[in-house]
């Protein structure tokens, strides 16, 4: 049968799932150790219970010791023995978490946006995605934040998972040994639609990821596909809503073509020349109730092109 929750290829099984990081083996190890020791000694308990139950039941015949008897011994190598296997799974498990906690100095780093419900991943040139494409044998750090409420970023094939708080950055990092598809969850819960919050893991060798990304990073050809990637990547979506609601600056819904009160009392209808003028040269004409804000938007001269300016406005228009 197939699970509706289980997105990638793996075969959906009763074991731990296949070991694609670097982590897995000794986190696997680790848990089995502590599992088999747990087993052993409370399979020794037990068995230790009953004898003495039996061998020690009232009888005809039987007199009980009438006060506890004491073994040196006895109390020394039930002390000594836990103590060393304790100390060996304390031991052990900092190290592992250590190893966890520090990446390596050179890693590629991936911007992670956790909300409600769904994950964006961001490039380090720029690409977004909605699954995690990552190359193989290399060490990956993701830079996480929420934009909501708590997350947490588990991918079970890597043995590795970390809360994403609120109001900070949560870092964690792992490196892939297999190529293939593994699932990545939300494991905080974070509402109602909470068990969606779901995406793949991609391993791919280093050329594969290369062309991928190539491919994610280039723009959608028609104008205002290609508007709208540009609003979500140059950061025009940070101030400027496409819903009406306002954030920092005007929403650009509906605004296009409009007749506009400026903050020198002139009337100005928003066209062409208005938006690439306000992209340019930002400072140089404020709406009125916006004038007090116009210097939080920086000139964007020199880092769009003009053909990028044409399809931002292409995309402004289609606003209606
Ligand atoms: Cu996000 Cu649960």
Same mark, same amino acid.
């Given at each position: 049968?197939?699970?509706?929750?289980?997105?990638?290829?793996?075969?959906?099984?009763?074991?731990?799932?296949?070991?694609?990081?670097?982590?897995?083996?000794?986190?696997?190890?680790?848990?089995?150790?502590?599992?088999?020791?747990?087993?052993?000694?409370?399979?020794?308990?037990?068995?230790?219970?009953?004898?003495?139950?039996?061998?020690?039941?009232?009888?005809?015949?039987?007199?009980?010791?009438?006060?506890?008897?004491?073994?040196?011994?006895?109390?020394?190598?039930?002390?000594?023995?836990?103590?060393?296997?304790?100390?060996?799974?304390?031991?052990?498990?900092?190290?592992?978490?250590?190893?966890?906690?520090?990446?390596?100095?050179?890693?590629?780093?991936?911007?992670?946006?956790?909300?409600?419900?769904?994950?964006?991943?961001?490039?380090?040139?720029?690409?977004?995605?909605?699954?995690?494409?990552?190359?193989?044998?290399?060490?990956?750090?993701?830079?996480?934040?929420?934009?909501?409420?708590?997350?947490?970023?588990?991918?079970?094939?890597?043995?590795?998972?970390?809360?994403?708080?609120?109001?900070?950055?949560?870092?964690?990092?792992?490196?892939?040994?297999? +190529?293939?598809?593994?699932? &990545? #969850?939300?494991?905080?819960? $974070?509402?109602?639609? @909470? /068990?969606?919050?779901?995406?793949?893991? *991609?391993?791919?060798?280093?050329?594969?990821?290369?062309?991928?990304?190539?491919?994610?990073?280039?723009?959608?050809?028609?104008?205002? +596909?290609?508007?709208?990637? &540009? #609003?979500?990547?140059?950061? $025009?979506?940070?101030? @400027? /809503?496409?819903?009406?609601?306002?954030? *920092?600056?005007?929403?650009?819904?509906?605004?296009?073509?409009?007749?506009?009160?400026?903050?020198?009392?002139?009337?100005?209808?928003?066209?062409?020349?208005?938006?690439?003028?306000?992209?340019?040269?930002?400072?140089?004409?404020?709406?009125?109730?916006?004038?007090?804000?116009?210097?939080?938007?920086?000139?964007?001269?020199?880092?769009?092109?003009?053909?990028?300016?044409?399809?931002?406005?292409?995309?402004?228009?289609?606003?209606?």
């Amino acid at each position: 049968m197939i699970q509706p929750w289980l997105l990638a290829d793996e075969p959906a099984s009763f074991w731990f799932p296949e070991q694609a990081s670097t982590f897995a083996p000794e986190v696997d190890f680790f848990f089995h150790a502590v599992l088999w020791i747990c087993i052993v000694f409370f399979t020794l308990i037990v068995a230790g219970m009953i004898y003495f139950v039996w061998k020690f039941r009232q009888r005809p015949g039987y007199q009980g010791s009438p006060e506890a008897l004491h073994n040196n011994t006895l109390e020394i190598t039930w002390t000594v023995i836990p103590t060393l296997i304790v100390v060996w799974i304390f031991v052990r498990g900092v190290y592992g978490y250590l190893d966890m906690m520090s990446p390596p100095t050179e890693t590629y780093d991936i911007e992670v946006k956790a909300t409600q419900w769904n994950w964006s991943f961001k490039y380090p040139n720029g690409a977004l995605s909605n699954d995690l494409h990552i190359p193989i044998n290399k060490p990956i750090k993701l830079i996480m934040r929420s934009e909501d409420v708590i997350h947490s970023l588990f991918i079970p094939a890597f043995r590795c998972k970390t809360d994403i708080v609120p109001g900070r950055l949560n870092t964690m990092w792992f490196q892939a040994i297999k +190529e293939g598809s593994f699932d &990545l #969850y939300c494991t905080e819960y $974070c509402g109602t639609k @909470h /068990s969606l919050m779901q995406a793949m893991t *991609v391993v791919q060798s280093q050329e594969q990821f290369d062309a991928w990304l190539a491919e994610a990073s280039k723009p959608p050809e028609d104008p205002i +596909e290609w508007g709208k990637w &540009l #609003y979500e990547r140059q950061g $025009c979506k940070g101030c @400027h /809503s496409i819903d009406g609601s306002l954030v *920092v600056g005007p929403s650009f819904k509906g605004s296009f073509g409009t007749s506009m009160d400026m903050s020198d009392g002139q009337k100005v209808t928003m066209d062409e020349q208005y938006i690439r003028n306000s992209i340019l040269n930002p400072q140089s004409q404020a709406r009125v109730n916006f004038a007090a804000k116009i210097n939080q938007m920086n000139s964007y001269a020199g880092k769009l092109k003009e053909e990028e300016i044409s399809a931002l406005t292409a995309f402004i228009k289609s606003l209606k």
